[in-house]
């Protein structure tokens, strides 16, 4: 029921859910109030634990959510449009302290996850930071590179979590971890794309984690980014339209039928990169992509609550060799790329409430991601003669199920099991040179199990001090191997504004599936790496987290991990902690390499008052390893700092300040990426680069300054609400470095620079 109410121009409903963040089961009686409001604006929660807020003026708001025996919570920055219903879903942490012992003081920290087992090193990400941050673009995984510990570069959106390769993060959604949902993914960057696929018009808030995770998450070495997506709005059909320079984008929402609470939602992206021709690079005019996701809520009275969830998309390129000869340069302007790529994932999740604070909750799941690349190279004859193709196609069935059960005030446990079939078509070639027949590099097909079960408590030893311990271990079918992972975190309450923490974990993952069929070049072998064992990390983390004031947040994180077990190749600097983009790598390997990262991260955020917010985070850190010649070196990754600065002001304009503009940026300054010394001789007698290898990774390009610049006006009517917006990645243009070229024009060596601008301007109209 509400409690009332103002009366305003344009006016929005608040409606959403109030559960107990460790049962997952509904709060009655909760009270969910705009903080500050004159008069008070606010409801009550029903038996389902939902509430209705309404009518509310447009705006930005916090609310505060408050019921005997939890503690109180803040949610910031909460944005009110006419356009659309505001949905929230917010937890509560059950209080263990009686009442008349101290008073309690709401929760405001951001900083906390989604997840009650994740104590350190683990963020919420909310989809408006992602819609609102410069430089997040709609798409989370940029947004997730201005957080403390992340490194990333403007070309492609791949994830350095503390100096690990982005192929060692984890992506899941609603539980299920899936192939790395990027358009163009692995073209770049192993693990990293062009855009995530997942529109900001879909994604709830999810935690992002950058190590010593919770034992649920298994094959996951350096973090995980556990996405999750909203449903659909029970009681109004709703639309949003949005046209920009990079394409078209369409969603809708709503019951499927009038006072139903099943409900859909779902979103379809079209884009086409033409638009921005003159400043992307060469080739880049020819990309499309599109993608399509959705969401399908089906609570039921007796037999719980069924979701079905989807996400797939298609992804297109070509690349033709320069016309006239005496434009071509390089070796790539003699070649014609035809890139096709699709990935799909599919889901069904149902969660089913017991008795005595205890659910379950299961997922059947399907994915797939299917890579066609094509390369043809000009002859001495002037034709196009085949030179490389990558054709893989990966199929995967998963099953996952846990209990989650609170046994008293003071004890949470969560136990599980997930077991993935893996069905895989495998093929690799390529040409030693121009003319010759390609080399068969991997060419497979078969059936492998990645199995894993896990076992975590959560403990509150006293009122402050909280232990989560665990384990998890996982089996890969394909060659026998085993992992068992110890979890272990703590967390003391030092008063009303300070925490300490503490966790370790043991944390594995397997390689590409392709990489276990390779054959070596060198011995003509097959399959020699079929025996490789999981990559293997220690982590340990420290954490030290400071409410400032009600608006201001500190937070230090100390940190350090071993690897071990790392792919290496015998006597040689090779690592696979620095393997990028080398699809045509084939030789054999060992599990002798090791890595170490180490490193500060620090985070001071300020939120949004009088509408204006900053974020600043720092992170310095060190990442080597140790390769097949057991020699200790700088790793790729190792820039050895990150500096962001976002800051953002938001003013209400108009005839009754019903209106927004707001202006965000962001400043990020950080190393520059490393990279080996150029073999002169060998690359003068081969016409093509050779670097000196011995010497890996002992250089570093310049230190990058990017600025990334959002402006945005939202204009409110009664029924509808429109806004124009320009988003600009590298407004500076700081060019990417990756190594250089051979050009067998000059007999000499040129750069390999790219300079990515997108610039993005749109109207989106949501009604």
Known sequence: MSIHLVKAQSNQVIRGIVTDQTTSLPIQFATVSIVNSQPLIGAVTDSLGAFVVAPVPTGRYDIEVSCIGYHKRIVREVLVVSGKQTQLAIGLEESRIQLDEVTITPSVNKQKSLNPFALVSARMLSVEEASRYAGGFDDPARLASAFAGVASNNSNNGIVVRGNAPRYLQWRMEGTEIPSPNHFNDLRSFGGGTLTALSAQMLA????????????????????????????????????????????????????????????????????????????????????????????????????????????????????????????????????DKIRMRTGALGVNHKIFLKNNAYIQTALSATVNETDWQTKALNQSEQLVPFSNISNTNWEYALSTFLNKRFGNKHTNRTGIRVRFLNYNLLLNRAASVGENPTEIVNASGNSVLSSAFTNSSIFLTAGLKLNVGATAQYFSLNNRYSIEPRMALA????????????????????????????????????????????????????????????????????????????????????????????????????????????????????????????????????????????????????????????????????????????????????????????????????????????????????????????????????????????????????????????????????????????????????
């Open 492 to 767: 003391q309450n030092i008063g009303e504004k300070h925490t300490v923490g503490l966790a370790y974990g043991l944390h594995s993952r397997i390689e590409s599936l392709y990489m276990y069929y390779n054959n070596s070049l060198s011995t003509d072998e097959k399959a020699v790496n079929k025996n490789l064992d999981f990559t293997k990390a220690h982590h340990l983390v420290l954490s030290y987290d400071w409410n400032i004031t009600a608006l201001m947040h500190l937070k230090i994180e100390p940190y350090f991990q071993q690897l071990f077990n790392v792919p290496v190749m015998a006597g040689t600097s090779f690592s696979a902690v620095n393997f990028q983009s080398d699809w045509f790598f084939a030789e054999k390997l060992i599990n002798e390499g090791q890595g170490r990262n180490y490193g500060l991260d620090i985070t001071l955020e300020k939120y949004i008052s009088n509408g204006f917010y900053y974020m600043a985070t720092t992170s310095i850190f060190e990442s080597k390893y140790k390769g097949g010649d057991d020699v200790w070196r700088d790793t790729r990754f190792n820039r050895n700092y990150v500096v962001n600065l976002l800051a953002g002001k938001e003013w209400k304009v108009g005839k009754n300040k019903q209106n927004t503009f707001n202006i965000n940026g962001r400043l990020t300054f950080q190393g520059g990426d490393r990279f080996s010394p150029i073999d002169e001789e060998a690359t003068k007698a081969k016409k093509a680069i050779v670097y000196d290898e011995t010497r890996a990774y002992s250089l570093h390009s310049d230190p990058i300054t990017n600025v990334h610049l959002t402006l945005a006006y939202t204009k409110n009517k009664a029924k509808s609400s429109r806004e124009i917006a320009l988003k600009i990645v590298n407004l500076t243009q700081q060019p990417d470095f990756f190594g250089y070229q051979y050009n067998f024009r000059t007999g000499g060596v040129d750069k390999d620079v790219e300079t990515v601008l997108l610039p993005n301007l749109s109207y989106k109209i949501q009604f």
């Open 205 to 336: 808030n999810s935690d992002f984690l950058t190590g010593a995770f919770p034992a649920e998450y298994s094959n996951a070495l350096s973090g995980v980014f556990d996405m999750n997506l909203r449903k659909g709005n029970t009681e109004k059909t709703e639309r949003t339209i949005q046209l920009g320079l990079i394409g078209l984008e369409s969603s809708q929402e709503g019951p499927f039928k009038k006072g139903g609470k099943s409900s859909y939602v779902y979103n379809y992206r079209y884009s086409t990169l033409g638009l921005l021709a003159p400043v992307l690079p060469d080739g880049a005019s020819s990309i499309t992509y599109q993608d399509l996701s959705f969401k399908l809520h089906f609570p039921t009275k007796k037999a719980g609550v069924f979701s079905v969830w989807g996400l797939g998309f298609i992804d297109s390129a070509n690349n033709n060799p320069k016309k006239e000869s005496t434009d071509r340069k390089y070796y790539d302007d003699s070649q014609e």
